[in-house]
T-cell receptor
Framework: EAQVTQNPRYLITVTGKKLTVTCSQN?????MSWYRQDPGLGLRQIYY???????DKGDVPEGYKVSRKEKRNFPLILESPSPNQTSLYFCASSFSGRVAGELFFGEGSRLTVL | AQSVTQLDSQVPVFEEAPVELRCNYSSSVSVYLFWYVQYPNQGLQLLLK??????LVKGINGFEAEFNKSQTSFHLRKPSVHISDTAEYFC????????????FGAGTRLFVKA
C-alpha cells in the first residue's frame, strides 16, 4: 500500500529535550516536505527536499533541522524544542516533474512541548 | 508573491443541502490549483486538482470546482452534502515555474448537520 508513515503520532516532551520525528514514504517520490498546522493558519511549510541531499527552507524553518540521506526518509529534528513548537506536524511527498503537484500526506504527529 | 484566501473559516449546512466553499488566490503567473480534505485525526488527501484544460473539475465524493481565471477563484461545490462530508477543506496553489512549493489557505471547516 502506498503511504507516508510518520512516527511518533503523539509526543509530549519538555523544553530543550532534543527530538526527532521520522517520515518515510514507499512511493519512490523525489519531493518531500514538512508542514506544521496551527488553528487559523492552515499549513505552513517548514522545510522541503527536492531529492537526496537537496533540502531547503520553507516559510517557518526556525528551530528545525532536516536531512535527506535516503530517498524514502526525511526526518524532522527539533534540537531544542520550545513551547511555541507545540503543533500538529505533517510530512508529505510527491513526484517532481511536469505532472507534479499532488501531495501525499502522513497521518500527522501531534507534538506538545511543556 | 502567491497567496491563497479561503473566505469562510466555518460553513454550517444541513444534510442534503448544496454547499460552496470559496477560494481566491493571487499570482502573477499561471498556477496549479488543488482542494484537499482533512477528516478528523487524519492527514490531508486530494479531492481534486486543476492543471489545465476544462475549467470545471470533478473530484472524489461528488465534489467539483470551477477555475475562474478572471476572478482568480477556485470555488468548491457539492450539490447535496452528507454527514460524512464534515471535515476541514484546504485550497492550495502551486506555481509550476517556481519549484514545487504548495501554498495553502487557512482552511474551511464544513459542518454538516442532520
Amino acid at each position: 500500500e502506498a503511504q507516508v508513515t510518520q512516527n511518533p503520532r503523539y509526543l509530549i516532551t519538555v523544553t530543550g529535550k532534543k527530538l526527532t520525528v521520522t517520515c518515510s514514504q514507499n512511493m519512490n517520490h523525489e519531493y518531500m516536505s514538512w508542514y506544521r498546522q496551527d488553528p487559523g493558519l492552515g499549513l505552513r511549510q517548514i522545510y522541503y527536499s527536492m531529492n537526496v541531499e537537496v533540502t531547503d527552507k520553507g516559510d517557518v524553518p526556525e528551530g528545525y533541522k532536516v536531512s535527506r540521506k535516503e530517498k524514502r526518509n526525511f526526518p524532522l529534528i527539533l534540537e531544542s524544542p520550545s513551547p511555541n513548537q507545540t503543533s500538529l506536524y505533517f510530512c508529505a511527498s510527491s513526484f517532481s516533474g511536469r505532472v507534479a503537484g499532488e501531495l501525499f500526506f502522513g497521518e500527522g504527529s501531534r507534538l506538545t512541548v511543556l | 508573491a502567491q497567496s491563497v484566501t479561503q473566505l469562510d473559516s466555518q460553513v454550517p449546512v444541513f444534510e442534503e443541502a448544496p454547499v460552496e466553499l470559496r477560494c481566491n488566490y493571487s499570482s502573477s503567473v499561471s498556477v496549479y490549483l488543488f482542494w484537499y480534505v482533512q477528516y478528523p485525526n487524519q492527514g490531508l488527501q486530494l479531492l481534486l486538482k486543476y492543471l489545465s484544460g476544462s475549467t470545471l473539475v470533478k473530484g472524489i465524493n461528488g465534489f467539483e470546482a470551477e477555475f475562474n481565471k478572471s476572478q482568480t477563484s477556485f470555488h468548491l461545490r457539492k450539490p447535496s452534502v452528507h454527514i460524512s462530508d464534515t471535515a476541514e477543506y484546504f485550497c492550495a496553489v502551486i506555481q509550476p515555474t517556481g519549484g514545487f512549493k504548495t501554498i495553502f489557505g487557512a482552511g474551511t471547516r464544513l459542518f454538516v448537520k442532520a
